[in-house]
């Protein structure tokens, strides 16, 4: 069986996308050659859009290749098991993996109590925060208790200021409040276009959780 044969360009078509595309390499080349400063970087997820989680947690797949240590704080998620628990729980030595929280705030209804949960976790937080050795720490739905108000806005900026020069953070969740994309390095909105939910779709295992 042959390839199908490739249509014939068109040769001054041809010679614009490659004159193009040596113009971009150029200017991607001079930004790559100006930043070269190493430093952590504070990254939001937010926004109403799938992912956020998920994002997160293929950059704790990605630093595990990198050979660092990676700590996980989740605030909000805990009522069930999800599948990157499981998953990233196989390595103990590599990963800290705290699940702090104890499900949604529709479910809990006591605010009180879900104070209480968010203090605990950001304890938690801050011990991780502390250590030089974790490279990689993640703290997911922080932004919910944030918007929610169960935690000190200006501690939690503080502490995350504070933390080890080189020690990456990820935070995820709806409703990042400004200030604290203000201090991030990196900061991602994500947006709905369509769920498979509002087409009564249930959440499906090793998709939503």
Not at 77 to 87: D, L, N, R
């Amino acid at each position: 069986m042959t390839a199908a044969a490739t249509p014939s360009e068109d040769p001054a078509r041809a010679e614009r996308h490659r004159a193009r595309m040596a113009r971009k390499k150029a200017l991607i080349d001079e930004r790559i050659a100006q930043a070269q400063g190493q430093a952590g970087v504070l990254l939001v997820t937010c926004g109403n859009g799938k992912g956020k989680s998920s994002s997160a947690f293929g950059m704790v797949a990605r630093a595990l290749g990198h050979g660092m240590k990676v700590g996980i704080v989740q605030f909000i998620k805990g009522a069930i098991a999800t599948g990157e628990e499981q998953f990233f729980r196989r390595f103990p030595d590599e990963v800290q993996f705290h699940v702090m929280g104890e499900g949604y705030t529709w479910n809990t209804q006591d605010r009180a109590r879900d104070i209480a949960s968010a203090e605990r976790a950001w304890d938690k937080a801050c011990e991780l925060l502390r250590d030089p050795a974790i490279g990689l720490v993640v703290l997911d739905e922080l932004n919910i208790a944030l918007k929610y108000q169960y935690l000190d806005l200006e501690k939690v900026l503080d502490d995350l200021a504070a933390r080890p020069p080189m020690q990456h953070v990820v935070v995820t969740g709806r409703g990042a409040p400004p200030a604290l994309i203000e201090l991030a390095d990196t900061a991602t909105d994500m947006q709905l276009l369509k769920h498979a939910f509002a087409s009564g779709i249930a959440a499906q295992p090793g998709i939503e959780w």
